[in-house]
């Protein structure tokens, strides 16, 4: 059993910054990437950040220079920092990782969702 579990999300005005984070838990022997993504009312899920086991990044170029994705393998989390927030920001962020568990199962998990709403 493999579980992420977001925390973060909130009310936040235009401009102003907030920080997501996921953390992995359970019977896991490795993550391989990680990412954020996001769903807005009425949209697709989108994917808005990712991050590779190596720590490489890419960003949505929607969110490029605003948002920062980060990993800390100690700890099995990861991390969206978002600063200059819009109002088009505003979504259901979902955490994502891809993970092989300890008894060898490759998996797809996702988080159960956080709330960011961008509103003055």
């Known amino acids: 059993q493999v579980q992420l579990v977001e925390s973060g999300g909130g009310l936040v005005q235009p401009g102003g910054s907030l920080r997501v984070s996921c953390e992995v838990s359970g019977s896991i022997f490795m993550i391989y990437g990680m990412g954020w993504y996001r769903q807005a009312p009425g949209k697709q899920r989108e994917l808005v950040a990712a991050i590779s086991a190596a720590g490489s990044p890419n960003y949505a170029d929607s969110v490029k220079g605003r948002f920062a994705i980060s990993r800390d393998n100690a700890k099995d989390t990861v991390n969206l920092q978002m600063n200059s927030l819009k109002p088009e920001d505003t979504a259901v962020y979902y955490c994502?990782?891809?993970?092989?568990?300890?008894?060898?199962?490759?998996?797809?998990?996702w988080g159960q969702g956080t709330l960011v709403t961008v509103s003055s």
């Open positions: 994502n990782a891809q993970v092989q568990t300890t008894t060898g199962r490759n998996l797809e998990v």
